[in-house]
């Protein structure tokens, strides 16, 4: 098993955590993301119980899991008030429901005391999206804030996000073989290690085979591993997932939008491509999304943004 999944605690709490992430990393094929976000909200659970003497998952009842989801939503996380938001909640007890029923299945415990707790629910809250005036002033802030190899890997960056809808780890998970310009697509990694297809076409294309015919030789470094990653750091070895984050908000600032993430382009790319007339369907294929609900989020965006509009230009809207 791998050591990497042990939790600090021994005996029998330790047994159950390290076979439940054993599980989901083999079986069900969990990126090791996933794995490790799960490893946290388990060992804080795991912990949880310890510390009120349960060395037995057969002891958990379920007033032991509503008291520990009663303690993550009114914990107080620097002494200043500061509680875990909703959708963190909603994660972890997700978790723990998903714990007991495998240490059901497995007969390592005769009942499941989550059976009847229901998720708590997430509040709405409708996805951060930029104009398309603002993705256009967003481009051109990068030739600004950085100059030569630098600029045009960033510029190519926010052009792949934006143009093609990924996710950050999609895109720095991009290799050469990924790449089919002659069909015009790129092959990508998304959740769950499922592959898919993505057009890629205009700006996005056009800067991405600049990038890989004038930039990206200059990144390649002699005294560097050799690596098929697409986009290389300045040592000339793939750029992590944190870099991206960096770049993308520090191109926010100069735009006046603080806090902007990746992932705020991707639902960009979403959103403006059903105020395109685009096909839901087809954008549920493009961005990876198992179930069509997730992606209906946009259509409410949309309808948001047909309100704001007519409000705005109709004459007789604001009497």
């Known amino acids: ?59 958990v009842t379920r007033e032991i899991v509503v008291a520990y989801e ?17 959708s963190t909640v909603q994660r972890r007890v997700s978790m723990l429901k998903g714990f007991h029923q495998f240490l059901v ?11 009847h707790i229901p998720l708590p629910k997430k509040p709405d809250r409708l996805p951060d999206v930029l104009s398309i005036e603002q993705v256009d002033a967003l481009m051109e802030a990068v030739d600004e804030l950085w100059d030569g190899a630098t600029s045009q890997r960033n510029r190519t960056m926010l052009e792949v996000l934006y143009g ?16 089919r310009f002659e069909d015009g697509f790129l092959s990508v990694v998304g959740k769950g290690g499922k592959q898919r297809i993505v057009p890629i076409s205009g700006m996005a294309q056009r800067c991405l085979q600049a990038y890989l015919q004038d930039t990206r030789p200059q990144l390649v470094k002699p005294y560097a ?79 948001t943004h047909l309100v704001e509009e007519y409000l705005r230009a109709h004459p007789r809207a604001g009497l």
């Open 1 to 59: 098993m791998p050591a990497c999944y042990t939790f600090p605690m021994a005996g029998v709490l330790q047994q159950t955590g390290d076979e439940y992430l054993f599980y989901l990393s083999v079986e069900r094929g969990a990126s090791p993301l996933t794995v490790k976000a799960y490893r946290g909200d388990l060992a804080d659970y795991l912990a949880y119980l310890e510390n009120r003497g349960i060395a037995d998952m057969n002891a």
């Open 70 to 86: 009663d303690d993550l939503v009114h914990r107080d996380l620097d002494g200043k008030g500061t509680r875990y938001s909703p």
């Open 105 to 115: 299945r497995e007969g390592i415990c005769s009942k499941d005391p989550t059976a």
């Open 164 to 179: 093609c809808g990924l996710r950050v780890s999609e895109l720095t998970g991009l290799d050469m073989p990924d790449i």
């Open 225 to 303: 591993k050799p690596t098929a990653a697409v986009f290389l750091n300045a040592r000339g070895g793939r750029l992590t997932r944190q870099s991206v984050h960096a770049v993308v908000a520090r191109a926010g600032m100069a735009i006046h939008v603080e806090n902007l993430h990746p992932h705020t382009l991707r639902h960009s790319f979403a959103t403006h491509l059903l105020e395109g007339g685009a096909d839901l369907r087809a954008i549920q294929e493009m961005l990876g999304h198992a179930d069509i609900s997730t992606t209906q989020i946009y259509t409410h965006v949309q309808r």
